[in-house]
Every structure is written in C-alpha cells, then in structure tokens.
C-alpha cells in the first residue's frame, strides 16, 4: 500500500507521514529533505541558487546517508528548497528515487507537494493536508525556539506566506491537491487528532468507501 501525503509548509503532514507510517508498520520518506538536502549542497559549495546545472547535479549525486542532518530542518535551507525544487530538471532527477523508494514492501507512506499528482498518481491513498498560515507560522516558530533558533513568528509568516506561493504557482509539480485526495484541514487539530483523522481516512479507503 502506498499512502501519499501532501501540503503546504508546515501544514503537519511530515509528522502526519511518520505516525501513519509506525502505525501501519510502512517506510516513511519525507521528501522535502531530499530538496532541502539538494538546497544545501549548493548553499555549502557556494553556489548561486540560480544556477540550475549545479542544481541538477547535486540531485545526481544525491546521498541519502546525509537525510538525518538537523541543519536541514532550518529555515534558511528550506527557503533554498523552494527556489531549487522549481526547476523541472532537478524535479525529473529525483522521480526515480522516490518512486522506487514507495514500491518497496511491506508498503509506504511518501509526504511532499507532488506525491498524489506526479510521483505515486496511483497511491491507494492521498490526504491533502491544510492549515491556516498563521496556525502553521505559530507552530513553525515554537519548533524552531524549542531547537534553540531565534525566530520571529511574523518573519516565520511572511516566509510561510511567499513559499506557498512560489509552490503553488509554479510551472512544474505545482502545489495543488490530487482530483481524489481526502482533504485534512488540521487548523484546530493537536497532532494526535491529526493523527486520529488521518487513519479514519486511510481505514474508510480500506473498507472501500469512496469518501469519509
Ligand atoms: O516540506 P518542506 O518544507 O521540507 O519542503 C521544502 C521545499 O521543498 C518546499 O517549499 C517545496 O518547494 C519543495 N518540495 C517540493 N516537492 C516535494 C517536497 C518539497 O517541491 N515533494
């Protein structure tokens, strides 16, 4: 079974994937590290962010050994994520990891913007997760105090705001949900109703209801 998870920045659903993923007993692969992982490549070597070769070949070179870093988490690399993940070629490089990485048994649960519409169109199950921007600002910035980062909430806003822009309004694997994906508003949900809800979601595609 493979389980598709997508959203916005900080909408939940990395820690949504990982949850569902223990709880089914499936892998899990939160794919903005693998953008986040290309960003950074090229922010330590240096390298403008506009130039797009350079980006495609660190996603050739890609080393998923080096996913754990907690640098990676950070806003500066997710923001270098974003400016990154917009070029079709390196979007083309990494389909294939991902795609295979969501074959392996027993099953898998793959959370990101383009799983459900590009990388698993035939995913068993697609949840859409959403939050108010101000909801997922307040939440970013309480993690990043609680790593020790200094963050101002309404810095951490503007940059939810103009990300999800530059996402969504992209030319290639654009932000948007699947035609038959359960959306999952988390707005006023603590993690375990999230969590909650989204295994109500994936249960009812089990019991072969069309919706919950
Ligand atoms: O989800 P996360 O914030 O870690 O993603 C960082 C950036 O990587 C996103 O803003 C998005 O531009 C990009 N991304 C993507 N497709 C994915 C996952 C992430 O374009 N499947």
Do not use: W
């Not at 499936?26 to 330590?44: C, E, P, Q, S």
């Not at 074959?103 to 949840?127: Q, S």
């Not at 997922?136 to 101002?152: H, I, Q, S």
């Not at 990300?163 to 999952?184: E, F, Q, S, T």
């Amino acid at each position: 079974m493979i389980i598709a998870i997508d959203g916005p920045a900080a909408s939940g659903k990395g820690t949504l994937g990982k949850r569902l993923a223990a709880h089914y007993h499936f892998r899990h692969l939160d794919t903005g590290v693998i953008y986040r992982a290309v960003a950074k490549a090229l922010l330590d070597a240096r390298v403008d962010l506009a130039d797009e070769a350079a980006a495609v070949a660190a996603a050739m070179e890609l080393d998923p050994e080096k996913f754990g870093d907690p640098v990676l988490k950070t806003q500066a690399v997710g923001d270098a994520a974003s400016v990154v993940s917009a070029y079709p070629r390196v979007r083309a490089a990494l389909v294939t990891f991902q795609r295979q990485f969501a074959a392996e048994p027993p099953g898998a649960v793959l959370d990101g913007r383009d799983i459900g519409t590009v990388i698993c169109p035939d995913a068993d199950v697609k949840i859409f997760v959403i939050a108010a921007p101000e909801v997922r600002a307040r939440r970013r910035t309480l993690e990043a105090k609680a790593r020790g980062e200094a963050a101002d909430e309404a810095l951490v806003l503007a940059d939810i705001v103009r990300r999800d822009d530059r996402d969504k309004n992209r030319a290639v694997a654009p932000l948007r949900p699947a035609p038959d994906a359960h959306l999952l508003d988390n707005s006023h949900l603590d993690i375990e109703g999230g969590v909650r809800a989204a295994i109500a979601i994936v249960e009812a595609v089990r019991a072969g209801r069309q919706r919950v």
